[in-house]
């Protein structure tokens, strides 16, 4: 008899705790994502100056020698690696394949003269 009471007592614990983490998961994706927001500027302005592209894997990567703010750069792939990670845990894919679907993605909207990086991992200017 004793069992049967903890069994439901167990089970709400879990689900407690299961939705709790969710909910923190979720309020951190939205202060990555705000993170992100403050920094697009700085983005976009490496983009145009040619000094960071955007790579097959969803990520930044600098093109040539020049490397002109690597603390923001940085952090943006740190950042994207957070959201990918979440995206995939929630759709059941593996994060890799989240990077790359997001990579063409970028590609798409990319701007005129922007760098990217095809399938093959040869650069191209848009």
Partial sequence: MRTNVWVPLLIIVVVRAVFAGTLFCAED???VKVQ???RLPLIVELKAKGIVGEDRMGYLQFIGGKREKENVVQAENLDRRKVYEAISQKE???VEQ???RRAL???NKARKGEW?????EKWYQK
């Avoid at 990217?116 to 093959?120: H, P």
Wanted: no cysteine.
């Fill in 98 to 100: 989240v990077g790359q």
């Fill in 29 to 31: 994706i939205n202060a």
């Fill in 105 to 107: 993605q970028i590609a």
């Fill in 36 to 38: 992100m927001e403050k």
């Fill in 116 to 120: 990217l990086q095809d399938q093959n």
């Fill in 92 to 94: 059941g894919v593996a």
